[in-house]
């Protein structure tokens, strides 16, 4: 399949753990944030989102938190499972929508056995 | 349901020659977004389509044109390729430009 990202920094887990993904968006005045998950050969696929009047989020196995402050994103991915290895990506937007996003330069999640 | 397709799934073109690009939203979906995927980063916004007509545009040259049919369907034609247009390029679709997006798998271009 396509290889998304060879030289991206890379998050390496056990199976089980918990992971914890961190981006550094870029636009203050940004509103409206997600995260994607892309497996080889895939396109981005929806993990959770979150707007700027909020801090944290849950949703199944995975929070985001937001720290506006310091215009800092991060994923956690409780006990992380084999199919959860993929380049994950923050995305951020002016919008208060998904129009028009802005993707960070990912970060690729390797969980070992 | 089927969700976006795209097509082809690679192409190889030369310097200087044109390309267009096919995407097919996923079902009830009105709003087609485009983006480049170089390898190695994020994708980057071309450009979205609403109603037959482009709304948003990223920083692109014009080079990068797109169009959108009756059915939703949408192209994205770029023209004097240079190498540097190497890319997969992802189309995502989304019930209204605010809807949550749905990406396609790609098209990979290569240009030598």
């Known amino acids: 399949g396509e290889s998304v990202g060879l030289h991206l920094p890379t998050l390496s887990v056990q199976e089980g753990d918990n992971s914890i993904i961190n981006c550094a968006y870029s636009?203050?005045?940004?509103?409206?944030f997600i995260w994607y998950k892309q497996e080889s050969g895939k396109g981005p696929q929806f993990i959770i989102d979150i707007r700027s009047n909020m801090d944290k989020r849950q949703g199944q196995r995975v929070t985001v938190l937001l720290n506006k402050t310091v215009k800092h994103l991060s994923l956690q991915i409780a006990a992380t499972q084999p199919g959860d290895s993929a380049v994950y990506f923050c995305a951020e937007s002016l919008t208060g929508t998904a129009s028009k996003l802005t993707f960070g330069t990912g970060t690729r999640l390797q969980v070992t056995l | 349901d089927a969700g976006v397709t795209q097509s082809p799934t690679h192409l190889i073109k030369t310097r200087g020659q044109q390309v267009t690009l096919r995407c097919s939203p996923k079902?009830?979906?009105?709003?087609v977004s485009w983006y480049q995927q170089a390898l190695g980063q994020g994708p980057q916004f071309i450009f979205q389509?609403?109603?037959?007509?482009?709304?948003q545009r990223g920083n692109f040259p014009d080079r990068f044109s797109g169009h959108q049919f009756p059915n939703y369907s949408s192209e994205l034609n770029v023209n004097a390729l240079l190498l540097g247009d190497s890319a997969l390029y992802l189309c995502?679709?989304?019930?209204?430009?605010?809807?949550?997006?749905?990406f396609g798998p790609g098209t990979r271009l290569t240009v030598l």
């Open positions: 079902s009830g979906h009105d709003t």
């Open positions: 995502a679709s989304s019930l209204k430009a605010g809807g949550p997006l749905f």
């Open positions: 636009n203050s005045a940004s509103d409206y």
């Open positions: 389509y609403y109603e037959e007509e482009e709304r």
